[in-house]
């Protein structure tokens, strides 16, 4: 993986930062020299801020330090490797891997550790996709069937599709605010600390 | 103003939407038929959506429906309007103008009533330069000074910069899931009702 300036637009999609091992191939432990997961955090950065006519798996390929033909041995088209990344279920399955009355704590804990192991912001990437009609809509989409409905079907009480709304709000501008101050207070605070300052909003939200 | 899917990266940063009156003269009352209003608009969007040395004034004319010749009348170099556009205080004026004990729901509701009025989302424009090492870099230092860190001094109790940072990932937060879910819940419930639902986590991190 190639130096970047900023890393807020990629994630793995792997559940490994919260320690609990290897999750859905994309993750360090899948990359295991093969450059794949090397490609698959490049396709990320790459269609969350070009529009898709422009991307490249050329561009992808010298991002991720392979050849393009690396990636169509590992992906195929740019339309197939676009399907793989568009893809917030490895992700949801860790964020709500946690009982309902624990799991604002969870999800920020969650957030905040995936990020500090480098692996990225688990969701933010979609909040990139916004404001453009072109295929990144697509990502959306697939944000709201994979993380937003889903959270919906597991809530219980009064209005889930809603407090579902907002809780992916909240984690959204958890990362957001993280990546607008990374020299901030908020980078210097342990996620334990950050957890007990902002999860009992989501906790809230959570119980309805 | 030409018509455009998504308004996200758009606002005006004027607080005519929170019913008090006209402000820094970019929101509709200071158009008054020049077409700065729409040319503020075409440029924060592009300025956000944008590589800063691919934007261009003809661009930003087209979007707004004006010629290239009346933006060099109004604002002057590509330089001088991006100066003008990336620009937080008017919208800190008008979303930090409540008592410390009132500042939650005021947020809120000054957040959903500026959506609502056609404005576009007061902050959100400055996720969309994440990740970019350009000079949209300064938009997120704008941000910084004039919402974070002006919110920190507002802040009393302990860890304000901390507090205010979390604070201001919140309204991030709410801005990015209410342009997620264009027809979701959210859209449907009214101002005052998303404020009984997200409020109390603001006033919280307010509060301290």
Redesign the interface.
Known sequence: MTGH?????TDTGAATAAGTGPAAGTGPAADAGTGRGAIVRAAR?AF??RPYAEVTLRGIAADAGVSASLIVKHFGSKEQLFNTVADFEPAADELFAAPLGTLGRHLVLTVVRSRRAQQGDPL?R???S????DERSLL?ER??EQV?SRLTALLTGP?P???A??I??????????????PS???SL?TPEH?AD??A???Q??VTG
Not at 5 to 9: Q, S, V
Not at 130 to 133: A, D, K, T, V
């Open positions: 300036a900023t890393d807020e637009a950065r969350a801020l933010l979609v909040v990139f916004l404001g453009n009609s959306r944000f709201r937003t209005e599709a809603l407090r709304e907002l992916a709000g909240q984690l959204l501008g958890l990362g957001a605010t993280l990546s607008l101050h901030g207070a908020g605070a950050l300052l902002y009992p909003a989501l809230r939200l």
